[in-house]
């Protein structure tokens, strides 16, 4: 990608972020999206943490069907895991 195709782009991915902010000034977006970076940042980090407890079952935290006993057993067991060495769920 050359120096003018990253400034185009640079320049059209701002001007997305301005129409999506509205009249919203950017102080108050980046706090807004810190705390969708944070949460994303946390789902990710549950989601590795999950997959390696489940990595002897063969299963995936995505597979897991929270509407059956099993699931739910899987997903009782991650909390409490969870919990105890990451400190959330």
Not at 35 to 61: P, T, V
């Amino acid at each position: 990608m050359s120096e003018d195709q990253k400034k185009a782009l640079e320049q059209q991915l701002w001007n997305i972020a301005n129409t999506l902010r509205g009249k919203m000034n950017a102080d108050e977006f980046r706090d807004y999206i810190l705390g969708f970076i944070f949460y994303k940042y946390l789902s990710e980090k549950m989601e590795i943490f999950a997959n390696a407890i489940l990595k002897q079952d063969k299963i995936g935290f995505r597979a897991i069907n929270a509407t059956t006993p099993q699931g739910n057993e899987f997903l009782e067991a991650i909390k409490e895991e969870s919990l105890e060495k990451l400190g959330y769920f």
